[in-house]
């Protein structure tokens, strides 16, 4: 046998060898044993799966909303995006249609300025038709109440002529 020595200190006991003594043993004290977690059962293991897995169903839902949401948001910006560009197109033709008339209208004016020659109408209003201008007396003034048009209802009555010759025709 493997002989023990024992040594005294005035704080500590101890003895040298494989039967010594735990130093903080409780007398009367049983360790409980705890399960190993790769030893528990099949039923434990399926009750916490089922647990488990009815808040993944609840998560998986909420996660499934939150993505539908998210897509339609996307799709929704796509569309108003792509008709913002469209209406841009638009804009961009109307403007260059615009452009386009506006010239045409400028080009046709000018024509027809260049086509009359207001002296020679004036020329040949007085001269040939011996058109005369009209005295301040013959001038008949009127509003216009909406615009250049005027809708006659009943004939012009005629002014008498101040001319001493017309006195005299007549």
């Known amino acids: 046998m493997v002989e ?10 101890s003895i040298e060898g494989n039967a010594a003594r735990k130093l903080q ?11 190993n977690p790769r030893q528990q059962t099949r039923r434990e293991v399926q ?6 897995s009815s808040m993944d169903i609840v998560s ?8 539908a949401v998210t897509v339609y948001a996307c799709l929704e910006y796509l569309s108003v995006q792509s008709r913002v560009s469209q209406m841009d197109k638009e804009i961009v033709q109307l403007e260059s249609e615009l452009i386009k008339i506006r010239n045409e209208n400028t080009s046709a004016l000018s024509e027809i300025k260049t086509s009359l020659d ?3 109408i004036y020329d040949v209003a007085t001269k040939e038709l011996g058109m005369v201008y009209p005295n301040k007396n013959q001038v008949i003034a009127y509003k216009s109440t909406l615009s250049d048009y005027v809708r006659q209802y009943k004939d012009i009555p005629e002014v008498e002529s101040s001319n001493i010759i017309d006195k005299i025709i007549n």
């Open 47 to 52: 009750k916490r799966h089922k647990v488990n």
């Open 60 to 67: 998986m839902l909420i996660l499934t909303f939150a993505i």
């Open 4 to 13: 023990r020595k024992k040594r005294y200190n005035s704080n500590l006991y």
């Open 118 to 120: 207001l002296d020679y």
């Open 25 to 35: 043993a409780v007398p009367g004290y049983q360790e409980v044993e705890r399960p």
